[in-house]
């Protein structure tokens, strides 16, 4: 028998509801769904500054490529190679106009190097040209899939401003683009995506938002560890309000202290964002894991309201969700996807 422990802070329901659908799935076997579209990946690592930080660079980029070859996402590095005819900076844009349009599976933009912020305007250092986070922002506009970004380079904070949006989580390494000293959060990040070690909730995989606070941490005590200010505050945002969550907001899985002027906390769709799917979670239809997302995020969203509702109000509510989550798990097993196959 499965048995998923509940993470800190999930809905009882809704844990078990998730751990009914993984038992089922073990009883009745393994589904594969093999022309089902895969997640896209971008590791861009950009000009590296001084010798002493390429070979530091590359271990990083590699770190998210096999990350990414686990589960056979579609991956793509830039800046590693020898310079190609076409300039860092144009590859990067035409990767990205490749991604335009809708589509179910996550696309993955990982930057790794160096930044810069002038009191304006904040680049990413690539080999020839840099990008700022404006351009950036105006090469991601035509993406309509689920997206996230990290920005693993000093001066990293006005990118995430300048990215934020719906359907996306976006990462930066510093809180403001007056953190201008070398970044050493991008290190742990790429170290904790596919590590099982960063698995909090124990569901055998490694979300985003895991990943942001294991990284989160290890860079903390790096500073400790060393007597010395820390010159990095990485911050999250995935609600679209482009603010931000540092990692030291969060107990467990959830963002437990209020901001002063009482905005959103983020975390919820970081913590659906998984590279490296289990086993079990790679047996659900596509379709099937689409809606519990929906559904998971109307969850939080109610849960996030409960005190602004009277207690009939919030079971009216809240009720319709749960027994939907329940119907679309039960029937999991059952309906595979037409272009998958029952092995």
Excluded at 27 to 34: C, D, N
Aim: net charge negative; proline share 5%; charged share 25%.
């Amino acid at each position: 028998m499965i048995v998923r422990r509940q993470p800190e802070g999930e809905p009882r329901m809704a844990c078990f509801i998730r751990g009914y659908l993984l038992l089922a799935i073990s009883l009745f076997g393994t589904i594969a769904f093999a022309d089902e579209p895969r997640q896209s990946v971008l590791v861009v690592v950009g000009a590296e500054g001084s010798p002493e930080f390429a070979p530091q660079f590359r271990a990083w980029a590699e770190k998210w490529q096999a990350a990414a070859g686990q589960r056979s996402a579609e991956c793509m590095m830039i800046g590693l190679a020898a310079p190609d005819e076409k300039p860092d900076r144009e590859l990067i844009r035409e990767t990205l106009a490749a991604w335009a349009g809708a589509g179910s599976q996550p696309a993955w933009l990982v930057l790794i190097g160096h930044g810069t912020f002038d009191g304006k305007t904040a680049r990413f250092n690539l080999r020839g040209a840099d990008v700022s986070a404006t351009e950036l922002a105006e090469w991601l506009q035509p993406i309509e899939r689920p997206l996230a970004i990290a920005n693993c380079t000093s001066s990293s904070g006005p990118f995430l401003a300048a990215l934020s949006g719906p359907k996306r989580v976006v990462i930066s390494a510093t809180r403001s683009g007056h953190e201008y000293s070398f970044a050493r959060f991008g290190e742990h990040l790429a170290a904790s995506i596919g590590e099982q070690s960063a698995d909090l909730d124990k569901d055998d995989q490694t979300s985003l938002l895991e990943a942001f606070l294991a990284a989160s941490a290890k860079t903390r005590e790096f500073y400790a560890g060393e007597g010395r200010l820390a010159t990095e505050h990485a911050l999250l945002d995935d609600n679209g309000d482009k603010l931000g969550t540092p990692g030291d907001w969060f107990q467990g899985l959830r963002a437990t202290k209020a901001a002063k002027d009482g905005a959103a906390l983020d975390g919820i769709l970081a913590g659906q964002f998984v590279l490296v799917r289990s086993s079990r979670e790679q047996q659900l239809p596509e379709s099937v894991r689409t809606r519990r997302d929906e559904l998971e995020l109307q969850l939080a969203d109610l849960r996030r309201r409960k005190n602004e509702l009277a207690e009939l109000e919030y079971l009216k509510l809240i009720e319709p969700v749960l027994v939907e989550l329940a119907r679309l798990y039960e029937s999991a097993d059952d309906k595979p996807s037409g272009s998958g196959r029952a092995e």
